[in-house]
């Protein structure tokens, strides 16, 4: 079984500045991550993800994030945020077969001016 | 085109009243979710169905009881409703072999008084 552990549950941050959301998960078995953004009174939706190849993805919007093997890891990363950045964000891990998501707490970020 | 509709967006109820609520895709994925976003904002999910057939079923009450008349939708009925049910319930589709990619609806409010 796979668990996921987001270790902020809320990071300020002000505007233009760069972010980091922490993920750590935990597998017996290869696994892919995906981190998901939830705005206010939404679903989620995907951010970006890692399947396989380049340890680093991005999104369109600026947003990376590079899965570390050894640390098992795959935190969020953005150099500049903007005030359109705060939502809530959850890390999420499948096995290879990828039908059930395991998410984490989620991390509010809060974009401040 | 909502890709991903649920209805309500949201109910209020009585303890001990029966409630459904429904789920239709028109992405034309083969699985079907349903998860549960607890006051924490905690995801966890409940139910898996692939064309039709229920795949995972996480140790849920038996008050919960989904249903999927075709793959397009996977509707959630709850019998006998708890002040613990009170939650935001999402549902969620992909292609199975996706890579785990979940497309999620806005979701539906539970609130039991």
């Known amino acids: 079984a796979q668990s996921v552990t987001q270790l902020d549950s809320q990071v300020p941050v002000f505007e233009e500045a760069p972010v980091e959301l922490r993920c750590n998960y935990s597998?017996?078995?290869?696994?892919?991550l995906f981190w998901y953004v939830q705005y206010p009174n939404q679903g989620l939706q995907l951010l970006l993800k890692?399947?396989?190849?380049?340890?680093l993805v991005e999104s369109i919007n600026g947003f990376e994030a590079e899965f570390n093997k050894s640390q098992t890891s795959f935190h969020l990363r953005k150099p500049s945020v903007h005030i359109s950045d705060t939502a809530e964000y959850f890390c999420?891990?499948?096995?290879?077969?990828?039908?059930?998501?395991?998410f984490g707490a989620g991390t509010i970020l809060r974009v401040k001016s | 085109d909502t890709a991903v509709s649920q209805t309500p967006k949201y109910l209020v109820t009585q303890m001990g009243n029966d409630k459904s609520i429904k789920c239709e895709q028109n992405?034309?994925?083969?699985?079907m979710y349903w998860y549960k976003q607890d006051s924490k904002k905690f995801l966890k999910i409940m139910f898996s169905?692939?064309?039709?057939?229920?795949?995972i079923n996480e140790t849920v009450p038996n008050r919960f009881s989904p249903k999927s008349p075709d793959k397009a939708h996977l509707n959630l009925h709850i019998n006998s409703l708890e002040l613990g049910d009170s939650a935001v319930y999402f549902c969620a589709s992909s292609q199975l072999q996706g890579g785990g990619e979940l497309f999620f609806g806005e979701g539906s409010r539970l609130t039991v008084l």
């Open positions: 169905y692939n064309n039709k057939e229920l795949i």
């Open positions: 992405l034309g994925h083969d699985t």
């Open positions: 890692y399947l396989s190849g380049s340890t």
């Open positions: 999420a891990v499948s096995d290879l077969n990828g039908n059930k998501l395991v």
């Open positions: 597998s017996s078995v290869s696994v892919y």
